[in-house]
């Protein structure tokens, strides 16, 4: 366990009351400061380890690697909520898409609508013009025919 030095993401926090900051194990819980008691290279060196030792969630950190785990911490969490706030803004989109989507479908009918009314239209027009065009023929042969009767009289 004293010679484990691998990058934990347990979170971080400065203890009011003293200079070293407090760490949060995989449990979510204060990870106790220790010492190092087993003779050896690292004899003497402190580190945070679970408080559930020896049923532990694996969580280790050097007590001097702390600054390096803070930082990057830091920049997990600003990345989190870099990522947070740009799923909400998505969030706010979609439902504006789909604001806009039932506004167009609704538009889209409008079209529909007037585009039957149109045609509808056209139709009728071109039924006057015909029975226009049938009058006028109707009139004009009746002229001619009124013309060729009163020049051969």
């Known amino acids: 366990m004293a010679s484990n030095s691998n990058a934990s993401s347990g979170s971080v926090s400065r203890s ?3 200079g070293t900051p407090q760490m949060v194990c995989y449990h979510n819980e204060l990870a106790p400061l220790r010492v190092v008691g087993h003779p050896g290279p690292n004899i003497g060196k402190r580190f945070y380890g679970c408080p559930h030792w020896p049923r532990t969630c694996g969580f280790f950190q050097w007590l001097d690697e702390c600054n390096d785990i803070r930082d990057l911490q830091y920049q997990l969490l600003e990345k989190e909520c870099i990522i947070s706030e740009l799923q909400h ?22 079209v529909d609508e007037l585009s039957i009314e149109c045609t509808e239209r056209s139709l009728l027009m071109d039924e006057m013009f015909a029975k226009r065009r049938i009058t006028y023929v109707l009139l004009f042969s009746w002229v001619f025919f009124a013309v060729c009767f009163w020049l051969k009289a």
Do not use: P
């Open 16 to 18: 009011r009351t003293s």
């Open 89 to 110: 803004e998505n969030d706010i989109l979609k439902a504006e898409v789909g604001n806009l989507k039932k506004k167009l479908s609704q538009k889209q009918d409008v």
